[in-house]
């Protein structure tokens, strides 16, 4: 399966801009989100279920940040609102076989990144 991230980019603080992530097939049951900044580890964001579209958020983003998919495009989607500053990170979009939603080593397929910079 091939990941491909999308919506990433120069933004001001306060924005509202939406990644998207296209599977080249349905061979998955959870698919996520997932972020690194500069210096820090890979930190989990949100996650999908494509079987129940049961969703999970980290504390750090719930409530600004919403994931969504789509089932006849194979996509998932990250509204993410109110943006900071400390957001800015390579958002990634991964996808695995089972329900470990917030084990970044449990995702067997990884999407290439695409780089979120939040301005003040």
């Known amino acids: 399966v091939q990941l491909q991230a999308s919506g990433g980019g120069l933004v001001q603080a306060g924005a509202y801009p939406r990644l998207s992530c296209a599977a080249s097939?349905?061979?998955?049951?959870?698919m996520g989100w997932f972020r690194q900044a500069p210096g820090k580890e890979r930190e989990f964001l949100s996650a999908?279920?494509?079987?129940?579209?049961?969703?999970y958020y980290a504390d750090s983003v719930k409530g600004r940040f919403t994931i969504s998919r789509d089932n006849a495009k194979i996509t998932v989607y990250l509204q993410m609102n109110s943006l900071k500053p400390e957001d800015t990170a390579v958002y990634y979009c991964?996808?695995?076989?089972?329900?470990?939603?917030?084990?970044?080593?449990?995702?067997?397929?990884w999407g290439q990144g695409t780089q979120v910079t939040v301005s003040s």
């Open positions: 991964a996808a695995q076989m089972g329900w470990h939603y917030s084990d970044s080593g449990k995702y067997e397929y």
């Open positions: 097939a349905h061979t998955f049951i959870t």
């Open positions: 999908i279920s494509w079987i129940t579209s049961s969703a």
